[in-house]
């Protein structure tokens, strides 16, 4: 993949960071990085004072650095932020933040060398994984402590994770014949000063939140029609009476698979209407889809934009403000309400499915209930999962800690609200798999006339999952679905009839 500061999108995170595409820059980037680095260094030989070049840093701007120290200054500013704690990331969300702040720094405005942004490719192509704690980021100022893990392992002082384990990033970088890098004037906090790391750490859980909407889409099919759903709602002209584009669209195909299921058909003749949580998927699940679609479009302008401070283009130098996390904080924040309450739906059919008096199934779809307690449990263990995700959706950008002896004086949260998505993605998806299952369950309690598309999914979980016939450990049928959910087969369905993302 080629980078240009300009061109990064989801496609590209995934393909960098999950599978592990190689990287190169882009002929007009590296036109505009030495562009950049050749006005830093006239301003440089000008003998102005410079803040972040030849000053210190927040508030003490007004210090100013002789020329011998600017090298130990930004040495220095690494170490000092290196502050961070916590679990390390994982690797795919750290080559996140090493594609997106090399794609920023391709862009020319941040006055780097072209062999800062050449190392950080490095160590990404050769798939050299930094060790960074998870927190530590106020998500103003940039992304400081995080990104100094970052640029300390490329200066050989930091960390690497090698097999899951923290090894020294000098002895890593000897017995590959890496050099450390040196880093030179204004080069720190170029490096530090932006929020690639809440873009990278978002961007991540946004590709895990798209497969979970699709998931979401199959998992309902079966429980919807194993309920007796009418299609009466889905009716294409219906929806577009309303002009949301996520309802219109995941509403529509739902319907096109309904029309191969002789249940929903028959429903269509006698029954007028359902409980919301199956008559209003199409509002709920197409409100995820536009969000979705909106966070996207942040992330895809934040990953291909300049945040660091301060700028340069030709003879300007300027201190402004394209650090602050802001609009990635509240998008996560977004993100996170709405995969919350796509579980909260989801839980309140597992708890349809489980009542007999709503559902006309047998008792915790099992037979012979009270000798066996069937599925009752998975719903519980769900609301869990709700509950939990409810905790968690605190937005995390509606607080403010003022930092740097009040230079700082609000900052976004950003991180934190970008971290915590991880946490909620994993929830919802237990919560889907849960709904695969039991939905699988009912339909084998209420056999007959199921669509294409629930048929086929009654095959593919089986193989995989057996009939409850009696009480077992079902935490491990929730375990193999959620295997299942990762392999081609059920990607493959959801990439057809019922793909959300063309």
């Known amino acids: 993949m080629i980078i240009d500061g300009e061109s990064l999108n989801l496609d590209s995170i995934y393909n960098v960071c999950f599978l592990g595409e190689k990287v190169e820059i882009s002929k007009s980037a590296l036109d505009k990085i030495r562009s950049g680095r050749e006005s ?31 090298e130990k200054l930004q040495i220095n500013l690494i170490r000092s932020h290196s502050a961070g704690s916590g679990r390390p990331l994982s690797r795919d969300k750290v080559r996140a933040m090493m594609l997106v702040r090399a794609n920023s720094l391709c862009r020319g405005y941040s006055g780097v060398s072209l062999d800062l942004v050449k190392k950080i490719l490095e160590f990404l192509n050769l798939d050299i994984c930094p060790f960074v704690p998870e ?81 979401a889409g199959l998992s309902f099919m079966p429980v919807f029609e194993a309920l007796n759903g009418t299609s009466k709602a889905f009716s294409p002209w219906a929806l577009e009476t309303r002009k949301q ?31 919301y949580t199956l008559r209003c998927t199409p509002q709920v699940y197409g409100a995820v889809y536009d969000t979705i679609k909106y966070v996207e479009s942040v992330m895809v302008a934040e990953m291909n934009s300049t945040t660091d401070n301060p700028l340069v283009n030709g003879e300007e130098y300027i201190s402004c403000g394209n650090f602050h996390g802001e609009p990635v904080a509240l998008v ?62 605190y937005p995390g950008s509606a607080d403010t800690i ?77 375990e193999k679905m959620e295997l299942l959910m990762d392999t081609d087969k059920l990607k493959e369905i959801a990439s057809g009839s019922l793909n959300f993302w063309d």
């Open 40 to 70: 830093i260094q006239r301003i440089m030989d000008s003998g102005r004072s410079v803040y972040g070049v030849n000053t210190g840093y927040g508030s003490l701007l007004n210090v100013k650095i002789s020329r011998e120290d600017t």
């Open 135 to 215: 927190y530590g980021s106020v998500g103003a100022s940039g992304d400081l402590a995080p990104l100094a893990h970052l640029c300390l392992s490329l200066i050989g002082e930091g960390e690497i994770m090698v097999d899951g384990k923290r090894k020294d990033a000098g002895e890593i970088l000897v017995s590959k014949g890496i050099s450390p890098y040196r880093l030179k004037e204004k080069e720190a906090i170029s490096f530090i000063n932006g929020t690639s790391a809440i873009t990278a750490i978002a961007s991540v859980e946004l590709i895990r939140a798209k497969w979970n909407l699709s998931m």
């Open 402 to 478: 003022p930092t740097c002896a009040n230079q700082e004086d609000h900052v976004s949260m950003g991180a934190n609200s970008a971290l915590k998505l991880e946490e909620i993605n994993s929830n919802i998806k237990r919560i889907i798999a849960t709904e695969f299952v039991m939905g699988i369950q009912a339909m084998d309690l209420s056999p007959n006339g199921y669509s294409r598309l629930s048929a086929d999914l009654h095959d593919i979980i089986r193989k995989k999952i057996e009939f409850l016939q009696e009480d077992r450990a079902i935490y491990r049928d929730f």
């Open 245 to 275: 584009p996520g309802q219109s669209l995941i509403g529509g195909r739902m319907h096109a698979i309904m029309e191969s299921s002789q249940r929903v058909q028959e429903q269509n003749r006698i029954k007028v209407q359902d409980a």
């Open 332 to 393: 996560s924040d977004f993100l996170a309400i709405a995969l919350t309450d796509l579980g909260n739906m989801i839980e309140r059919r597992l708890a349809r499915l489980t009542d007999t008096t709503l559902s006309g199934l047998d008792p915790f779809l099992v037979k012979n209930s009270g000798l066996n307690s069937g599925y009752m449990i998975g719903q519980y263990a769900a609301a869990a999962l709700c509950n939990r995700n409810k905790i968690l959706v």
